[in-house]
């Protein structure tokens, strides 16, 4: 494949693939300018000192340029906006490799470069930053003869965020997840930048993952104040309401399923016999699975509840110890990594930007308005097909199977 040429590729392929910069001799005044699309975060160049693990690449010199030859760098060196400025000027026929790390750890050195720098950069030729877009809107957006004759860069940086919150929510791929342990409090702590859940699943020892549901049979109360004899809240010598465990939450903790399903379906005679008219007949194993089935408790898989008041989500006690999975959402600007735009809903952003600015402003014509909000409607529509990923062969695939009847 061809060196990039000032089209969108910023990268070779050793810097994509492998995650390494080749720099030949003879290097001009002791600088190395780096131009990964990743950042080089730096912390140290003393790899005896803790900010040297800070570092997300590592720096080789060789003598000769040729592999096998290249040893780790040590001398002093300093990194400021990608470029690295060596504290001694190199000989005219030293090679320099700058290497990310990478979960193989490189081919330079020892190759122990561990880390997942190269492959965080791994499939983001798909995405734009915020920066871009907001940069690219001014230019095409903004100006002289344009529908929208001035903006403040400000303006549409915050409708942009905007933007990229409400498109987070349903239309980009912006669902992350958490594999995580149910402590023996039986709580999971929610993720920083948490919004709102997709799916909670528990993962058994194949692999597989089986869905757990919410739970409308409890609750998680949001304040437990200390009562009198009179059921009025007390409160310490801060005239503040003195809280108390949760009865709910440890009666919910200490839950047996089967006592659950009983309770819950409240069945006597035919609906727990046989059909015969002989409640018990075959003891409990056909509890909550026969005549009176509740949809809720119909199943094995544990519930959860949102416990609001510590922020953590609460499960049953039968999921105590074992690997839940989180899926969830986030609203995309957590962390600056996340603030990226799939290149498919790239158009939508720039219409919901433009709607949005003119919509806010007075003495806007409402037929120009109206207008705006169809075509941003419409983009996010696209928006949201291309990204559904359907494919003609698979969709045609799953057809194959419209002889098998589903009765309702």
């Known amino acids: 494949m061809a060196k990039p040429n000032n089209g969108l590729i910023t990268e070779t392929n050793a810097q994509y693939y492998s995650g390494s910069q080749t720099f030949e001799a003879p290097i001009v005044n002791s600088t190395i300018t780096t131009t990964f699309n990743t950042d080089l975060i730096f912390g140290n160049s003393d790899p005896t000192t803790p900010g040297y693990n800070l570092n997300n690449f590592r720096l080789?010199?060789?003598?000769?340029?040729?592999?096998?030859?290249?040893?780790?760098?040590?001398?002093a060196y300093t990194v400021v906006d990608n470029v690295i400025t060596l504290s001694v000027a190199p000989q005219s026929n030293e090679w320099f490799v700058v290497q990310l790390l990478s979960e193989?750890?490189?081919?330079?050195?020892?190759?122990?470069?561990?880390g997942d720098t190269v492959e965080n950069n791994y499939g983001g030729y798909a995405y734009t930053t915020l920066e871009d877009v907001i940069t690219?809107?001014?230019?095409?957006?903004?100006?002289?003869?344009?529908?929208?004759?001035?903006?403040?860069?400000?303006?549409?940086?915050?409708?942009?965020k905007r933007g990229l919150q409400e498109f987070s929510y349903d239309t980009l791929k912006s669902i992350r997840s958490q594999e995580l342990t149910v402590?023996?409090?039986?709580?999971?702590?929610?993720?920083?930048?948490?919004?709102?859940?997709?799916?909670?699943?528990?993962?058994?020892?194949?692999?597989?993952?089986?869905?757990?549901?919410?739970?409308?049979?409890?609750?998680?109360?949001?304040?437990?104040?200390?009562?009198?004899?009179?059921?009025i809240p007390i409160q310490?010598?801060?005239?503040?309401?003195?809280?108390?465990?949760?009865l709910t939450e440890e009666r919910w903790a200490k839950n047996d399923l089967k006592e659950i399903n009983d309770a819950q379906s409240n069945l006597t005679g035919m609906l727990l016999s046989d059909g015969l008219g002989y409640p018990g007949m075959y003891?409990?194993?056909?509890?909550?699975?026969?005549?009176?089935?509740?949809?809720?408790?119909?199943?094995?898989?544990?519930?959860?509840?949102?416990?609001?008041?510590?922020?953590?989500?609460?499960?049953?006690?039968?999921?105590?110890?074992?690997i839940i999975v989180l899926e969830y959402i986030s609203d995309g600007l957590g962390y600056d990594a996340d603030m990226k735009i799939p290149k498919l809903a790239e158009e939508a952003l720039y219409a919901h930007i433009s709607h949005a600015i003119i919509a806010s402003r007075i003495n806007q014509p409402e037929y120009v308005v109206q207008r705006l909000r169809?075509?941003?409607?419409?983009?996010?529509?696209?928006?949201?097909?291309?990204?559904?990923?359907?494919?003609l062969n698979e969709f045609v695939q799953i057809a194959r199977g419209k002889s098998k009847w589903i009765k309702y």
């Open 104 to 114: 193989y750890g490189g081919e330079y050195g020892d190759r122990d470069a561990f």
């Open 136 to 160: 690219n809107f001014m230019i095409g957006y903004v100006g002289a003869g344009k529908l929208i004759p001035s903006a403040k860069t400000t303006d549409v940086m915050f409708f942009a």
């Open 183 to 231: 402590s023996p409090n039986l709580g999971v702590v929610l993720p920083q930048d948490y919004v709102n859940y997709v799916n909670v699943s528990w993962i058994d020892n194949q692999g597989v993952k089986h869905i757990i549901y919410p739970t409308t049979l409890t609750t998680n109360p949001y304040e437990t104040p200390s009562q009198d004899r009179q059921g």
């Open 236 to 246: 310490d010598n801060a005239e503040e309401n003195i809280n108390t465990t949760s």
């Open 60 to 75: 080789y010199i060789s003598p000769l340029g040729l592999p096998g030859t290249f040893v780790e760098y040590t001398s």
């Open 374 to 391: 169809r075509e941003r409607s419409a983009k996010l529509r696209n928006a949201k097909i291309r990204l559904s990923n359907i494919k």
């Open 283 to 322: 003891g409990d194993n056909y509890l909550g699975q026969r005549y009176g089935l509740q949809p809720e408790t119909s199943q094995i898989n544990g519930w959860f509840t949102i416990n609001e008041r510590t922020g953590k989500m609460s499960f049953s006690s039968d999921l105590a110890g074992r």
